[in-house]
């Protein structure tokens, strides 16, 4: 029997958050208004890929309330589906604060999400019918440090979705302030092993896994390292690298104005997932370090753009497709 199409290209859950920030030159201690925004790893990755045409679906869980339902408002904004949202008549949003900055001052932030309803999920809440009605499923490593629960779902859905032979792709995304590396390293270690797509950046595989060297050598390493068929590992102002088992693969970073650095990683997933999902890694690796431009010269993680304004941004002269 033909396996049925998925409703969706892809498929995500994890925290949705408010991030309330003061603009460069303000500090929080003596702020006296705040930018309120809504930002999440995996929501910033499925309204970028909505915008960009792909069906796309968040599942996750949201306070019954005004902040709850703002969140929600941008994602469904942007073309997300939320069918699988859980609203909890009792919980909290987790929230995060940002203090921008310029050197020699570093951006600072400051989390406040303990017992957020999305850290307090159950695997009885999933809605996993919902869930794996996809091409691909997008995790990240913040979800299972969030909580222990939260570490038994996303294992439990990369599971499911493997059995179910539903794509997984994992962006490590290590975050100091939710664990300690040691042990981020032994659980993201056991959820990434033998994932179709794994994002990594330089920094976290030195961090979590040791592994360090030029790009071309640490992609690789990390790639034996989880077993993964194709490994993206993003190296800052220089680009990205990409290694399928079979070729190395290299893009160079889009020269933008750093405006709002937070969300540029998951751009760049987006990016790249958007490719694979076409079916050609080279040109989700244009489109990815392009986004992630985008990202950095607009505030907010969430990104705001389209399909044929990344198009046109690719063809231009002295642009990275010629």
Known sequence: MQKPIPTFDVTTFGETMLRLSVPPGERLEAAHRLD???GGAESNVVTLLARLGLKSAWCGALPESALGRLAA???RMAGVNLEGVVWCTHGRMGLY???FAVPPRATQVIYDRANSCAARMTQEQMHWVHLLDTRLLHLTGITPALSGE??????EAIRRAQAAGVAVSFDVNYRARLWSASDAAHAIGRLIDGVDLLFCSRTDAERLFAIDGPPEDA???LADRANAAITVMSIGAEGVVAWDGVSLRRQAAVETSVIDRPGAGDALAAGVLFGWLQGDLDLGLRYGVTLAALALSQMGDIVITSREEVESLLAMDGGILR
């Open 36 to 38: 309120l925004r809504p």
């Open 73 to 75: 408002n941008h994602l």
């Open 97 to 99: 604060f940002v203090e």
């Open 150 to 155: 939260c570490a038994h779902l996303t294992a």
């Open 219 to 221: 992609v690789r390493h």
